[in-house]
């Protein structure tokens, strides 16, 4: 289906294209030139950025510049929310769909969202399979209905008191209307007048054709009744009846073989079902009522408010509707067709599978802020990976949604939602890796207490743990250094930490324990591992990347791994040291192995540990800027303490909630954020609302003109 008055950059009309079936259209939706993997804050991908929370007076005085944003397709999460919160439904059908793309570290990122022909195919299987389970078909009970022969007309014959006599080879029949495709019964209620030496032969037909042969050796004083079962393909006339097939008369007509039927009977559908309670939400008036036209506009008036997430108008519907039951009508479709075939139609639109933002002014240069819709759906994807609900469309709607206040509150309600914890899966699933314990391999045989429940209780830790600093009252000051943790029983024993009386996953003190924070979560430090041993140029990559946004740089092509001993011959710190030696690979090692020395004292699936096999572990250690420390506790605090952390937490937050990567232009919005949020105690959900009021998240730029 077409965007109405969707006006792009090229890459965008070329999704629109695909989406209409011109898959010939196919590759990223992107800026041209995008490197999804280059320095998030400088946008060097081989210069770490100078992440320092001073404001330069120059980067202050540049103007606010909220950027383009390409379209943005829904990733597999957040497509799986949207058919959830639209339908209701348990289904999760973008299960199946090509894995995300991912960049700037998140799947969510709209330059590198691709859509591909086989993405069709499943927008559109998924789509069927949700409508046909939301709509289902109406209510039928299961109703019997029967045709008395003597009052209905025969090919032959004639009325009795009682029945209808063949008297020759012909038939009697009703017309029946089925009131819904399934299975029905079929019963003839017949006797004979015997004569010759055969009994009467009675054919049973629908639809003029024969569904069962039967004789029939009752006479009047006792009548048979015949039944079979036969299909009705839709709901519709169907003609049942019984047909004489042996006529037979004496030579000296002494004897006269007959057929009369009493009745004719129909029951069914025998497989009737009743409608999913879903339906009565979506198919709101009766066509035969209202009229076919204006009750499907009434239907898709306010399912396409809800899946395009906006107010649709009356051309788009009703252009929508035509051309559908046009199509159901070249194949004998009925009403309902057409309509599940329209909603089918809405699911595949870009409307749906996009996030769409529109520039009313194509001259314009200047930023514009978004409608109340758009910044509607932006919010929503932002907090739950999923479509606005009816508060938001309520306050879109009214024109409210846009003022300081409301957003605040917004914010404030969303996170407070159950589906708030989206944002503990998604966003900080990818940021912190949790999400990449799934994949990650162990062996087994040196680590068999890293079970399936174990590395479930893990991904659980990390998601609740961030939740507490998201939704309750902690300020991220002390992420890296809180004395707690949130853990069930399995990851309680690998841990060697006592749990509270409960069940699940609880809050648990870490005190007394070489637990602290974040840094010594089984997840961060399995996902930093190798299979078989620790990697402390993994963790220490880690930390750079993820907690201080000044990643190292990449290791020159020519520089060989750490090689592999049979027999070690010192511990694993000592190895690396003398590898690091190497001028070549001094420059990286130098800032990345000091902090991976200091989690050394836990092993590949986070146990503590004292020894590396024989060795004993040394876990003291200097950053570049001379500042020492002694073990996870303490590298925790200074991590903790570093000036890049707070602004690191505020990029990774922003690119994810922007659904792009940041680059100079965002330097003053993010300096601001940062500081401001550094300042005010660095509560998370304030960081959210300061990123959700900002002329970044409410405001874009106009696309380039295409002429």
Not at 301 to 327: D, N, Y
Not at 645 to 651: A, K, M, N
Not at 677 to 704: D, H, K, N
Request: with cysteine.
């Amino acid at each position: 289906m077409e965007l109405p008055k969707l006006r792009q950059r090229a890459s965008v009309l070329c999704a629109t294209a695909i989406l209409a079936g011109h898959a010939g259209c196919v590759g990223q939706i992107g800026e041209p030139g995008v490197d999804p993997n280059r320095n998030p804050i400088s946008g060097d991908a081989s210069t770490p950025a100078d992440s320092s929370t001073s404001t330069d007076s120059s980067v202050a005085a540049r103007p606010i510049d909220p950027q383009r944003v390409t379209i943005h397709r829904l990733n597999r999460a957040e497509y799986n929310n949207t058919v959830r919160d639209l339908f209701g439904t348990r289904r999760r059908p973008a299960d199946a769909f090509p894995a995300d793309d991912r960049g700037y570290g998140f799947d969510n990122i709209a330059d590198v969202l691709s859509v591909s022909p086989l993405h069709l195919e499943l927008y559109d299987r998924a789509a069927e399979a949700l409508v046909e389970e939301a709509i289902g078909a109406p209510s039928v009970m299961s109703m019997r209905q029967q045709f008395e022969a003597e009052r209905l007309m025969g090919s032959v014959g004639a009325a009795t008191t009682n029945a209808w006599n063949l008297y020759s080879n012909g038939e009697v029949a009703a017309m029946y209307t089925a009131p819904a495709a399934g299975r029905y019964r079929l019963t003839v209620r017949a006797w004979q007048t015997r004569a010759g030496t055969e009994d009467a032969n009675m054919a049973m037909e629908v639809d003029g054709a024969s569904v069962r042969m039967v004789r029939v050796p009752n006479l009047a004083a006792m009548p048979g009744e015949f039944s079979v079962e036969f299909t009705a393909m839709r709901a519709g006339p169907v003609t049942v009846g019984a047909a004489f097939l042996n006529d037979f008369l004496s030579a000296d007509r002494t004897e006269d073989r007959n057929l009369f039927v009493d009745w004719i009977r129909v029951e069914g559908p025998l497989d009737a079902t009743s409608a999913p309670p879903s339906r009565a939400q979506w198919i709101t008036c009766d066509p035969a009522a209202m009229g076919e036209d204006p009750c499907a506009q009434q239907v898709l008036s306010r399912f396409g408010r809800r899946a395009w997430r906006r107010p649709v108008t009356t051309t788009e519907v009703m252009g929508l509707w035509s051309r559908m039951r046009g199509v159901t009508r070249m194949h004998s479709g009925t009403w309902e067709d057409a309509i599940k075939l329209s909603m089918r139609a809405m699911l595949v639109s870009p409307n749906f599978v996009f996030r769409v933002e529109i520039d009313p002014d194509l001259t314009a240069t200047a930023p514009h802020a978004l409608t109340d819709h758009e910044l509607a759906t932006r919010l929503s994807y932002f907090l739950w990976s999923s479509m606005p609900d009816a508060e938001l469309d309520m306050l879109a709607d009214t024109g409210r949604l846009r003022e300081p206040a409301t957003i605040t509150a917004q914010v404030r309600r969303m996170l407070a939602d159950p589906k708030g914890q989206a944002l503990s899966q998604n966003f900080a699933g990818q940021w912190l890796y949790s999400r990449q314990l799934d994949e990650h391999e162990t062996n087994a045989m040196l680590f068999p207490r890293f079970t399936a429940d174990v590395r479930a209780g893990m991904r659980a830790e990390t998601e609740a743990y961030f939740d507490h600093f998201l939704r309750g009252d902690g300020a991220m000051t002390e992420f890296l250094t809180a004395n707690f943790t949130f853990i069930d029983e399995r990851l309680g024993s690998l841990y060697g930490v006592t749990l509270p009386m409960g069940t699940g996953v609880r809050r648990a003190s870490l005190a007394g324990t070489p637990r602290l924070g974040f840094l010594t979560q089984g997840t961060v430090l399995t996902v930093t591992s190798h299979a078989d041993r620790t990697s402390p140029v993994k963790r220490g990559q880690w930390v750079l990347s993820q907690l201080l946004c000044t990643p190292p740089p990449p290791p020159p092509p020519e520089v060989e791994g750490l090689p592999m001993e049979t027999t070690p011959s010192g511990s694993l710190r000592q190895r690396l040291e003398a590898h690091r030696s190497q001028p070549a690979c001094r420059a990286c090692h130098d800032q990345m192995d000091p902090i991976g020395f200091g989690l050394e004292n836990f092993d590949a699936v986070g146990v503590h540990r004292t020894m590396d096999g024989t060795f004993p572990i040394d876990s003291t250690g200097t950053l570049p800027d001379g500042r020492a420390f002694d073990g996870a506790q303490a590298l925790a605090r200074l991590v903790q303490t570093d000036p890049r952390f707070p602004r690191c937490v505020t990029t990774q937050l922003m690119t994810y909630a922007m659904g792009r990567g940041l680059n100079e232009a965002d330097d003053p919005q993010l300096e601001s954020i940062a500081r401001d949020w550094a300042a005010s105690g660095q509560r998370l959900r304030e960081l959210v609302e300061r990123i959700a009021l900002s002329p970044a998240f409410t405001q874009r730029r106009p696309e380039p003109s295409m002429r």
